[in-house]
């Protein structure tokens, strides 16, 4: 079966270390996102990617970085800069190239959660 | 400022019917998502309304005017696996802005 996997489902770091969060899609969807999610807030979006080599800045990219060598991955990574990393992270991905839409809605992962202490 | 208002929890009996609304306040309107996401998962697509009126899909109807920048998500014969959040997300020139999230709690 298609889907989005991410992991690790947790994931616990000290304060000052860089992390990387995986998302695999086995889907062929050209767009992949990653948003943020805290409580009692929308989801935010922090990078995406609607085509490989290629990936634009969202609301909150500070402290965060990505890339996109391979059409099936993109990789975030949380860097020491970023302020409050503790959160749930979600990565999506969608079908063509433009914003989601009824017949190419936004698939996303499972989540990861990171703690950072 | 661009917004998205929703309740932020309710609760309702298993086998009724339970509206959650959401009212938006954006720059442009191109389409309105709601999502279905149990804890700690995935949101799940439930439905996207461009055109004003209501569509039904099974026990789950959406209803979009957009005159007045409101929304309602229809949950019918409600059960215990309904149990989770809805989000809310316009897509409003080129970005899509998410809702807080209602949390939805059904009771036996």
């Known amino acids: 079966d298609g889907g989005i996997t991410q992991s690790p489902k947790y994931l616990f770091r000290k304060e000052g270390q860089n992390v990387t969060l995986s998302c695999e899609q086995n889907?062929?969807?050209?767009?992949m996102y990653w948003y943020r999610q805290d409580p009692g807030q929308g989801l935010r979006l922090i990078y995406y990617?609607?085509?490989?080599?290629?990936?634009q800045k969202g609301d909150i990219a500070e402290g965060y970085s990505v890339s996109r060598e391979k059409k099936e991955s993109f990789p975030l990574t949380v860097t020491s800069a970023q302020k409050n990393p503790t959160a749930f992270y979600l990565c999506?991905?969608?079908?063509?190239?433009?914003?989601?839409?009824?017949?190419?809605?936004?698939?996303f992962g499972n989540g990861t959660r990171l703690t950072v202490t | 400022g661009q917004n998205i208002d929703q309740p932020t929890e309710m609760t309702a009996t298993e086998g009724a019917i339970v509206q959650i609304n959401c009212t938006y306040q954006?720059?442009?309107?191109?389409?309105l998502f709601w999502y279905q996401q149990h804890a700690g998962e995935a949101p799940t697509f439930l439905s996207y309304n461009v055109l004003d009126g209501l569509e039904e899909k099974g026990r789950f109807s959406s209803f979009l005017s957009r005159s007045k920048g409101y929304s309602y998500l229809l949950l019918k014969e409600l059960q215990m696996k309904d149990s989770a959040s809805y989000l809310c997300?316009?897509?409003?020139?080129?970005?899509?802005?998410w809702g807080a999230g209602t949390k939805l709690i059904i009771k036996p």
């Open positions: 997300a316009v897509h409003s020139n080129y970005q899509l802005i």
């Open positions: 954006t720059s442009g309107f191109n389409g």
């Open positions: 889907l062929n969807h050209d767009a």
């Open positions: 999506a991905s969608s079908l063509g190239q433009g914003l989601p839409h009824r017949n190419s809605p936004l698939h």
């Open positions: 990617s609607q085509i490989v080599n290629d990936f």
